[in-house]
């Protein structure tokens, strides 16, 4: 199994990157949370990876740190939850907010997150409480302190709105969600705002309410 890559940032459009690793390139799914820590294209970057593989395909998942891959573990044994969702999860709420959700059995915020229904929402929170209190994971300190670090900003392109709306798509959120979503952060950030910039403005409004 592949376990952490270390290379070279050769493309990315979210939720898909991929790194080139000593002239292999291996496309891997991430998170909008490991997409804010990304550095620019051509730089070097480490993940963690988780591999999942299938009749018809082999997967590659990525995080910016050991802690998300830890919950993206933890999130695909619980029942009902795949990679996509579990991506989707990840995206939607950050690993701190991510906790909190389930220590205090916030099913309203769950919700919002494509994919996840209501009863899906109390599945996690009854299952998850069990799991995390067995997870190595930072305290609360930490996570608000790496939160507060941010990532670096990817350059500005011209379609940076379409594919700010294909990431959101690609998570499971509706076009016309997607659209009118990015349509706001556009207009809260300016034309100028990055993809990174876009969604992440998008995605608290849709499931930071």
Do not use: W
């Not at 000593?22 to 991430?30: D, Q």
């Not at 550095?39 to 993940?47: D, H, I, M, Q, T």
């Not at 350059?155 to 509706?174: T, W």
């Amino acid at each position: 199994m592949i376990g952490r890559l270390t290379g070279e940032l050769a493309e990315k459009q979210p939720p898909q990157l991929l790194l080139d690793v000593n002239g292999v390139g291996y496309e891997v799914e991430a998170s909008m949370n490991t997409f804010y820590k990304l550095p620019a294209l051509g730089e070097s970057v480490v993940l963690y990876t988780h591999m999942v593989v299938r009749e018809d395909a082999q997967l590659l998942y990525g995080f910016a740190d050991q802690q998300e891959r830890i919950l993206f573990r933890a999130l695909i044994k619980t029942n009902g939850v795949g990679p996509k969702l579990a991506l989707a999860i990840l995206s939607g709420t950050s690993s701190e907010e991510f906790i909190r959700c389930v220590h205090n059995e916030d099913t309203a915020t769950l919700v919002r997150i494509p994919g996840v229904g209501k009863k899906t929402a109390e599945r996690l929170i009854v299952e998850m409480k069990d799991k995390l209190d067995r997870l190595e994971l930072p305290t609360m300190t930490e996570f608000a302190l790496a939160a507060s670090e941010g990532g670096v900003t990817a350059p500005v392109v011209a379609d940076n709105r379409q594919e700010a709306e294909s990431a959101l798509i690609a998570l499971g959120y509706k076009p016309v969600q997607a659209t009118k979503a990015i349509e706001n952060s556009v207009s809260a950030l300016g034309e100028g705002a990055s993809v990174e910039e876009l969604i992440r403005t998008a995605l608290k409004s849709m499931v930071g309410g």
